[in-house]
């Protein structure tokens, strides 16, 4: 039978690529995020190209009533989900700490931690029930090192870490696999969101180097998903060749 994934934020970017990408591994999926006709764009995308189910579910992961509305909707068959990618997130603003917006503030606190936290919460149990599963958490380098204007951001993203240790440690005797995959720099809506739809701005997060692709994420999904039972990936740091860490980055113009 085909295995069943349920990815957060399969909208755009990251979570998208994994959505296809898994398809194309034979997954059913329950693909989720807040824009509705763009869900229904990817379904009819995949469709096109697949032979998979696939089920959306609309609402704000930030909304602990919408996320358990949600999942109670399942039906039986769904409610087996094997993989559950918990990617849905976002940075926003990029200022010192003094000068940053506690409405910037509580969106990524709000969705990086507490929107992971709700989802994981409903799943972790439906896992436990049948003694399988598999949690993918997508933290970042920012979850690993913190730089100058990224303080709330790194924050979350360090919480994510954090929790992904404490899942894998807690979920140990009910044979559910944790993983944490780190991305660095990816062209994505990432930067587009960070600077509150300045195009311009978030270009130049990406100028004079090439950057991670969405996809090249999702494959290293699909390799920690893929791995035989006895076999997890802990944690996977993945970063462009242009870039060590947040700080030394070759740009071709400088
Ligand atoms: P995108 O902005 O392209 O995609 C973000 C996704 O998250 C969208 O599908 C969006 O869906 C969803 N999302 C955001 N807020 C909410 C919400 N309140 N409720 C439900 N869904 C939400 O960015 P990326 O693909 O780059 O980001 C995906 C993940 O990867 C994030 O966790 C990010 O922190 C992480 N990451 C990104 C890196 C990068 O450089 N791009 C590097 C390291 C980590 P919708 O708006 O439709 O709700
Ligand atoms: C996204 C990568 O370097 O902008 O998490 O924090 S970075």
Request: with cysteine; proline share 3%.
């Amino acid at each position: 039978m085909n295995k069943i994934a349920l990815i957060t934020g399969a909208t755009s970017g990251i979570g998208k690529a994994i959505a296809v990408q898994l398809a194309e591994q034979n997954y059913n999926l329950i693909i989720t995020g807040r824009r509705k006709e763009r869900l229904e764009n990817l379904v009819t995308e995949i469709k096109d190209k697949f032979n998979c189910k696939i089920k959306t579910l609309n609402f704000d992961i930030r909304n602990k009533q919408e996320v358990d509305e949600a999942i109670d909707s399942l039906g039986k068959y769904w409610k087996n989900i094997d993989v559950l990618v918990n990617n849905a997130g976002l940075a926003a603003g990029a200022e010192p700490i003094h000068d940053g917006l506690v409405d910037d503030w509580e969106r990524m606190i709000d969705t990086n931690i507490k929107g992971l936290l709700y989802i994981s919460k409903k799943v972790m149990p439906l896992m436990i029930e049948r003694k399988t599963g598999h949690i993918v958490n997508i933290g970042s380098v920012a979850g690993k090192q913190v730089y100058a204007n990224g303080n709330v951001y790194c924050g979350t993203k360090q919480a994510v870490d954090a929790i992904t240790q404490g899942m894998r440690i807690d979920l140990l005797p009910y044979n559910i696999k944790v993983t944490q995959i780190a991305p660095g720099a990816v062209e994505t809506e990432f930067s587009v969101v960070r600077f509150h739809g300045d195009k311009d701005k978030a270009k130049q997060v990406y100028k004079g180097f090439e950057p991670l692709y969405a996809n090249d994420i999702a494959e290293a999904v699909i390799f920690a998903v893929t791995r035989p039972a006895h076999v997890n990936i802990n944690d996977m740091l993945i970063m462009p060749t242009a870039q060590a860490s947040p700080y030394y980055l070759e740009r071709e113009n400088e």
